[in-house]
């Protein structure tokens, strides 16, 4: 009563104890007041950890161009005069070599298209291909055209931005850039979108030290002012032939890429330090009970009263030490997660996995000859 009703406000452990000692006292009540606070599911539903969960960061370096691309769509953006309200964007993860394309809509057609006859047919085919779990990239004929073109597809665990933070960055660079050119209507963005993508691809890329048109093709952009001022200083002796020219070219490249990846080791090791420094990591493992962290805000219910945290799910497969499927029952559906939105379910809860392991060990044991029906019906 002190603790559930209504009078007792579902405080944490310091008040209650407060308040049950005032009154009563017994062998151990503060272990057993402690342990009930942190068993009430409803107090869990609404309070996430006092230190929220962080796993280590995942490195993953790439070696050479259109080795992994990443598609994104940003928006929705304002509808403009040409009926464009998104914009799809693809990033090469190593050269950061970038293209927007705007789009009306972003339906499953409409992205399949431009990334088979705009990217594929004039890049060439990439190794794999990461996204969101966005309908469009889930859909049959996207999954088709990469299984297609024999492309890996991966993804990112939801709502964890975190996991693919090259793809969020370029997206905030590039509303800045159109955010400085378009008019008060925010209307005609899509007329900008070009020679903003050409502003980014001819400047020196942090991580990498190049441009990424120098990681891409071995050379610089010539911009408008090259045009005033003179060539840039890579094309002002170009008097070789072909093969003198292919020669210098290919050199230059394999030079380049061999910096850009020292170059990128280096930072990923260094955010990775800065990273881990605060990580706060538990390993989960198959049969435990969570709760899963759930931000969705519910239409006409304030987000203020609402409780953040739903569960208990169980872990039925531990893909990584970030990386884990959960499920809330036998008959619901799979949800694959980031570690961080994960937290441990401190109480009673019906472990129908364990039950349905026992129940498979029960029938192994039987003698197939005896229940033949019924064992088919387990397995199938």
């Known amino acids: 009563m002190l603790h559930d009703d209504p009078v007792g406000g579902h405080f944490g452990v310091h008040r209650t104890l407060s308040r049950v000692s005032s009154r009563f006292y017994w062998a151990g009540y503060k272990e057993n007041i402690?342990?009930?606070?942190?068993?009430?599911?409803?107090?869990?539903?609404r309070k996430g950890p006092q230190k929220r969960a962080r796993g280590a960061m995942k490195q993953y370096l790439v070696g050479a161009p259109l080795e992994r691309v990443a598609l994104d769509i940003l928006g929705p953006l304002p509808i403009t005069t040409s009926g464009n309200k998104f914009i799809l964007v693809l990033t090469d993860y190593f050269s950061r070599w970038a293209e927007a394309y705007p789009i009306p809509n972003q339906e499953a057609e409409t992205i399949s298209k431009i990334f088979v006859d705009e990217f594929i047919c004039r890049f060439g085919v990439p190794r794999q291909v990461h996204t969101d779990q966005g309908r469009q990239f889930e859909s049959k004929l996207f999954t088709g055209i990469c299984k297609r073109f024999n492309i890996d597809k991966t993804r990112t665990s939801p709502l964890h931005p975190q996991s693919d933070g090259m793809v969020e960055r370029l997206n905030r660079t590039i509303e800045d850039i159109l955010s400085?050119?378009?008019?008060?209507?925010?209307?005609?963005?899509?007329?900008?979108?070009?020679?903003a993508m050409m502003a980014y691809r001819t400047s020196v890329h942090e991580s990498t030290g190049f441009s990424p048109s120098m990681l891409m093709f071995g050379r610089e952009i010539e911009l408008p002012i090259d045009l005033i001022y003179g060539p840039h200083p890579q094309t002002e002796n170009i008097t070789d032939g072909s093969n003198e020219y292919l020669e210098k070219l290919q050199s230059n490249i394999l030079r380049v890429h061999n910096l850009a990846r020292d170059k990128m080791i280096a930072s990923s090791d260094r955010q990775k330090r800065q990273y881990d420094h605060k990580i706060n990591a538990r390993k989960y493992s198959v049969g435990d009970a969570v709760w899963v962290f759930n931000p969705t805000k519910t239409k006409g219910k304030s987000p203020k009263l609402q409780c953040q945290w739903t569960g208990?799910?169980?872990?039925?497969?531990?893909y990584t030490d970030l990386i884990y499927k959960v499920k809330s029952s036998p008959n619901s559906r799979d949800r694959v997660l980031h570690h961080d939105r994960l937290k441990p379910f401190i109480g009673n809860f019906n472990n129908w996995l364990q039950k349905s392991k026992d129940d498979l060990d029960e029938g192994?044991?039987?003698?197939?000859?005896?229940?033949?029906?019924?064992?088919?019906?387990?397995y199938y």
Do not use: M, Y
Request: charged share 40%; hydrophobic share 30%; aromatic share 8%.
């Open 312 to 318: 208990p799910f169980l872990i039925i497969e531990a």
């Open 34 to 45: 402690e342990q009930w606070c942190k068993r009430c599911e409803i107090c869990n539903s």
């Open 364 to 378: 192994d044991s039987k003698d197939p000859a005896v229940e033949p029906e019924i064992e088919k019906a387990k």
């Open 180 to 195: 400085k050119f378009i008019g008060k209507d925010q209307k005609d963005w899509d007329t900008h979108l070009s020679v």
